[in-house]
């Protein structure tokens, strides 16, 4: 997300630095165009999410008095869920109630292909077909209401969002497929007791980050790391925090103006 071309941000010119971030944080408030785009790969988790996680999602499809698919783009192999229109209309999201039909237009007009929601896993269960078969995961989203919830996933987003500009960069530079930087480097990173693998890569002290890199990958993309970083190609903390900011701000106002239209909604009634 996040966190400058519009997604998928691999093979996009970042643009001014930390541009990748600003343009992605508007999507989330809704204020970029809708064309469909194909599903960011910012798999910076191997495993699926757990029930109750918060996680940011790009929408897929669109399906009249249904509901919405999401991609949850942090996590490899294609892990795919499902927004229902009633989680939708409980959320605060839709205005009002009324017609069925009205429902059903205002679910197009505000949750376009391409857009990024921030949403609660509610239920996640599994179904393998024959044994070695690929785990398919079916997972029920409810769109986050809660600010604290919001702005805490917000910040491990953007977060994943620099440290996808920093690979997408090595990877159009060097002709490295992206799913090896992050096996190779984001993965390991994470595990290195450090929270994100954004916050190992930005270490106050320099001979951590060299020591994290010298377990995490091989030498051929450790240095090609360590020279886009001197290039500049890893958003700043600030620009993160920035990001961050103001993708928070344009959720509280969504928020705030959708508790105003159910009301008036209710006293015209």
């Known amino acids: 997300m996040s966190h400058g071309e519009r997604p998928p941000l691999e093979g996009a010119s970042p643009g001014s630095r930390g541009s990748p971030i600003a343009l992605?944080?508007?999507?989330?408030?809704?204020?970029l165009p809708p064309?469909?785009?194909p599903v960011l790969e910012c798999h910076m988790y191997p495993g699926p999410p757990?029930?109750?996680d918060v996680v940011k999602a790009q929408i897929t499809k669109v399906v009249q008095d249904?509901?919405?698919?999401v991609s949850l783009v942090e996590y490899a192999n294609g892990v795919e869920g499902m927004l229902m229109a009633k989680e939708i209309s409980r959320s605060g999201s839709s205005s009002g109630g009324g017609a069925s039909s009205s429902r059903s237009a205002k679910l197009h007009m505000t949750?376009?292909?391409?857009?990024?929601?921030?949403?609660?896993?509610?239920?996640l269960t599994t179904q393998q077909e024959a044994p070695g078969a690929p785990i398919k995961w079916f997972i029920d989203l409810k769109q986050e209401s809660k600010p604290e919830r919001f702005r805490e996933c917000e910040r491990r987003w953007q977060r994943?969002?620099?440290v996808h500009t920093l690979l997408a960069h090595v990877a159009r530079a060097h002709g490295h497929a992206l799913s090896t930087l992050y096996e190779q480097v984001v993965w390991p990173l994470h595990s290195a007791g450090h929270g994100h693998a954004y916050v190992a890569l930005t270490a106050a002290d320099t001979e951590v980050v060299n020591e994290l890199l010298d377990r995490a990958a091989v030498p051929s993309i450790r240095a090609q790391l360590r020279e886009s970083i001197a290039l500049g190609k890893l958003p700043l903390p600030e620009e993160v925090a920035e990001a961050e900011t103001r993708a928070v701000s344009a959720f509280i106002t969504e928020r705030g103006a959708s508790r105003k239209s159910k009301k008036g909604y209710r006293d015209h009634d």
């Open 50 to 52: 757990r029930e109750g």
């Open 160 to 162: 994943s969002l620099a």
């Open 66 to 69: 249904m509901g919405i698919y």
């Open 24 to 31: 992605i944080a508007a999507e989330e408030g809704g204020s």
């Open 35 to 37: 064309p469909a785009a």
């Open 111 to 123: 949750y376009r292909v391409g857009k990024y929601v921030t949403c609660r896993i509610q239920k």
